[in-house]
């Protein structure tokens, strides 16, 4: 009786312990102090809302511009793997679209690489500011 009891109780433990957790590699808030924007994405359950855009609705994420309401929205995703994503974004006004991979470099630190379509741009001091196409972003908890 004992065998059987200890023979289960290893058998939960390591089910347990080898049971698919859900990565958070694309499930962030990640900021850029130079060019003052950030990404607020969740791949996984897109269910992120544009502050006082809710017209449209839930999303995979957004890239925002500090102190200004302007945003590109990430109208598809797909993550690829572990380490890198693909997205589709177009500007709030939807004149505007571009696809975008985001790459984690590591827990940290991840690389914004524009691949087609429109230059990023958003507003500076009444300006628009183009992006690079390639810019790094911090995680921020």
């Known amino acids: 009786m004992m065998r059987i009891i ?3 109780l290893l058998q939960i433990c390591c089910t347990t312990l080898f ?3 859900e990565s958070d590699s694309f499930r962030a808030y990640l900021y850029n102090n130079e060019y003052s924007v950030y990404l607020r994405i969740n791949f996984y359950d897109q269910d992120i809302e544009v502050p006082g855009q809710s017209l449209y609705g839930k999303l995979p994420g957004f890239l925002g ?3 200004n309401s302007f945003c590109w929205v990430i109208t598809s995703c797909n993550v690829k ?3 890198s994503a693909e997205m589709q974004l177009i500007n709030d006004y939807g004149s505007e679209d571009l696809t975008a991979t985001l790459t984690r470099v590591n827990d940290s630190l991840y690389v914004f690489r524009q691949e087609t379509g429109s230059t990023l741009k958003v507003p500076k001091n009444g300006k628009w500011q183009k992006l690079p196409k390639r810019f790094v972003l911090k995680r921020r908890k």
Do not use: S, V
């Open 65 to 67: 511009k500090e102190h």
């Open 6 to 8: 200890l023979f289960t």
């Open 81 to 83: 793997d572990e380490k």
């Open 19 to 21: 049971a698919q957790q």
